[in-house]
């Protein structure tokens, strides 16, 4: 797809332009490609077959093949830690190989790994090295297959295409886990063939996608594009309208206009006459607050949402059935496969601090909900973690990509890593935690916990911005 870009400067008087959150762009009228339509069509059967078996994980490793919670908490944990972390691994493959190739290598490692549970049921071993060989092909091909999306796109393309990527994996989660729920005890031998076969014709697929524009995944960024801001809605940057047969003027560069896009928000301050200023995004991306790293920001994220994630399946399963718990992924899914690209824009808009307010406040709401127990409890927890899924996810993302110069698929890979130490940690702590609690004779208060965590993660996060910017303010103030 290639990049959008504004057709022409307004006019004189023709007004001030158009901010992108309130009005659509040219992004959001240039069709996908085929190549893309057909990644996205890929990306919803990989995540159907994976989630007909990965949620129902914890209970398949406890109950199947008898492992402790304490052991299962330790096998999630280290699985998500490859899954995740393995992601920083992939921008350097990527860029070595090609995203194409990365992925089928992906693909080929994932297949194997599913064949590899079938006669890995009767061994906790052999489950355990399957679970983590799939972790692996995971790991290396989430980040290859964002880059290829977003391959030749402009940043104010990215919303909306990341938005559809996120619609096309989650569809797949609304149909695996009712479609596995009759098979997954009774007969998980057939549903890991039935996966093996889906992803080996998958794997097939990709290899008749076109190779990248990029060639290889290496390069930087694409053409200039507005950026996603931190604060500010985004913006198209207009060029000086050129009368028609009049040479190319040229423009000199602003002080300080060579130094890296690093840092925080692409803010652009107006003055008279329109022309927005070089200053303000350098005087920015100089005094960034650590504490509103995306780096940081995704590593508590994933940990405050994988609690959910993990651990829902032996809380919701024996509480209600697995029927019931397969039906609120379904829904959960379908909520994140309309909600997001509909407030794709709105989340791009918000401010960094603010989406943290937001999203973990609504993951704190649903934790607390899902330890209300009951089938009204859990339904409703789900959907306000879907919510703050959809504000904190794909934000994380947005700015990760607008402080970079690097390749997008690098840059996916360290976003692969902070949610992999999420995740881990996630895994570790929650096993033991929820093991206490049910040995306490409360699982809900698992979910107290969590919840308050939820809770106080934003003012921690917040807090420490206030903390680092707080040496600067005598300096700034100084003439």
Known sequence: MSPSRPKGAPEAGAGPVRRWGKGRGDAGRTPLSGAQRALLAASFLITLGSFAVLPYMSVLLHRRLGLGLGAVGFVLAVASLIQFAGGVV??????RIGLRRAMLLALALRTAGFAAFVPGLGSPALAVGALLLVSAGAALYLPANKAYLVDGASEAARPRLLSASGSAFNAGMALGPPAAAPLVMGS??????????????VGAGHALLPRERSGGGAGGRSAPAPSVSAGAPLTPTATPATPAGAPPTAVAPMPGAALPARGGGERRDRVPGGAATAAAPVRDRLTASPGLSPFVVTVLSVYAFMFFQHYLALYAVPRTSAGFYGAV????????VVAQPLLAERVAALGYPAAQWWGFGAMAAGMAAIGAGGH????????LLCLGEIVLFLKNDLEAL????AAPASVFGRQRLAAGIGAFGAALVGGQLYGA???????RGFWVAVGLQCLLLPVFLLLRRRTARDPEEPRAAAP
């Open 90 to 95: 992939a921008g350097p493959v990527a860029g």
């Open 188 to 201: 998980p031998g057939a549903l890991f063939a039935c996966v093996t076969v889906l992803f080996a014709l």
């Open 329 to 336: 992924l379904t829904g959960y899914a379908a909520l994140l």
């Open 376 to 383: 009204a409890g859990i339904a409703v927890g789900a959907v």
């Open 402 to 405: 607008a402080r970079s110069t």
């Open 437 to 443: 609690a049910e040995a306490a004779g409360s699982a």
